[in-house]
């Protein structure tokens, strides 16, 4: 089976990062990483909005100067009058990404794309939303390869692209609540942006000292990094269509080089993994919802 050229994608910041750490990140992977599409906006907190919005300008024609398709990704939760603003001020734009449904009545009939925050778990609500003008879609990172495999096949029948996360770590949780304050004492209104104080997370522990998971904010992450290396040909087969990369501080150009070496077949999933290694990617990564397996459990070789 002949497999066609992919696109390979950055996923927006979910970290909330000082104003330049974030500039000089984008600035990096518009002149370093071979990425093909990116995604920008804030998608866990409206708070954290103001501290980067007057740079966006700058940054989006930055990286389209480097030859990257700019995608505007919206928040993934509403739960107040000033995220609605937010978002639609962000469904403005014209390349959209929708992570929460209250986007959808903006971008209703209008060219847009279905974020990874949304449910798109069946055939049938890729045809509806196809039908109000969905045309490209990042699906749940918890599906496994039967699934995708499915919904890849209903978005090729209604001319629409499908995207799976293949690095990073994962998002499986948005509360109305802060538990990044609560951590510290604060609260969500009160909060002080406590979350700067983790580039990547804070990772938390079971009470026997295990790594458990990450917390971003409202959001709650996996501890471990999900790497897709050796799953990049079947999901290529099942009819995927981009994939995506998750930031974070390691060195995403290199990470992102890689990635597109095993995508152009230039390497195999085992350099790869080697490349993580040398890049600084912490060990102990996953790859078991692909599996059908728990998220966090590490599957060797598709089985």
Known sequence: MKLETVNLTMGPVLFHWPEQQKRDFWFKIADEAPVDTVYLGEVVCSKRTPFFDHSLEEVAERLQRGGKRVVWSTLAEVVSKLDRKVIESFCNFDDVEANDVSALHYLNGKPHRIGQYLNTYNEETIRHLAKNGASHFSLPVELPMGTIRE????????????EVQVFGKVSLALSARCYHARAHGRTKDNCL????????????????????????????????YLNLSSEIKPLREAGVTAFRLSPHTCDMPGIATAYRQLLDGAISADELDGKLDDLGVPQQRMNGFVHGRPGFEHVPHLQ
């Open 151 to 162: 919904l890849a096949k209903a978005a090729v029948e209604v001319g629409a692209g499908v």
């Open 193 to 224: 942006f406590v979350c700067e104080k983790d580039s990547d997370g804070m990772d938390l522990k079971t009470h026997s000292g295990k790594p458990f998971l990450s917390v971003n904010g409202i959001q709650t992450l996996s501890e471990k």
